[in-house]
């Protein structure tokens, strides 16, 4: 559960650091006001798909003792390589975007990868929280 508790709080912190690169990366760069870059959403894909799931992640672990499970191990891994090489591949693209240069297939692919390892993790956090749900092991309060 800590270690839920530790990636909700810095998906939490590198959210917010997020808009303000973004806010201060467009505006230092002349960037016009109102055309579309990517950085206009890492933020709100941190908080969201961090910040938020790991929360909800930490609730549902200490309802139902999903962290001492192997898959459930996978899933935090994995999930997290997901967001880190989705939200990575969002900064690198919105910001050549902001730079006026023209992004590449290399970077939507290593972008597609991210989406399949949360995807994957998801189905894994799933297949844990059924075990435990079906089986009716809610951990009781001490």
């Known amino acids: 559960m800590k270690k839920s508790f530790s990636a909700a709080f810095t998906y939490m912190i ?18 016009p006001e109102g055309e579309f870059t990517q950085l206009a959403v890492v933020h709100t894909h941190l908080l969201t798909l961090g910040f938020i799931v790991m929360l909800l992640v930490l609730a549902l ?13 996978w ?3 994995l999930y ?3 967001i880190v090489l989705t939200v ?14 023209v992004s ?8 597609g990868l991210g989406h399949i390892a949360l995807s994957v993790s998801l189905v894994l ?7 435990k749900v079906v089986n009716g092991r809610a951990v009781t309060a001490e």
């Not at 672990?61 to 191990?73: A, E």
């Not at 990575?88 to 240069?101: N, P």
């Open 14 to 31: 590198i959210g917010v650091l997020a808009g303000l690169f973004y806010r201060e990366f467009t505006e230092a760069n002349d960037f």
């Open 61 to 73: 672990d200490k309802l139902f003792g999903l962290s001492g499970s192997r898959l459930f191990s």
């Open 75 to 77: 899933f935090f891994w």
């Open 80 to 82: 997290n390589v997901g």
């Open 88 to 101: 990575g591949m969002m900064i690198w693209h919105g910001s050549l975007t902001v730079l006026g240069e």
């Open 104 to 111: 590449n297939a290399m970077i939507a692919g290593i972008a």
């Open 125 to 131: 956090f799933f297949l844990a929280l059924r075990k």
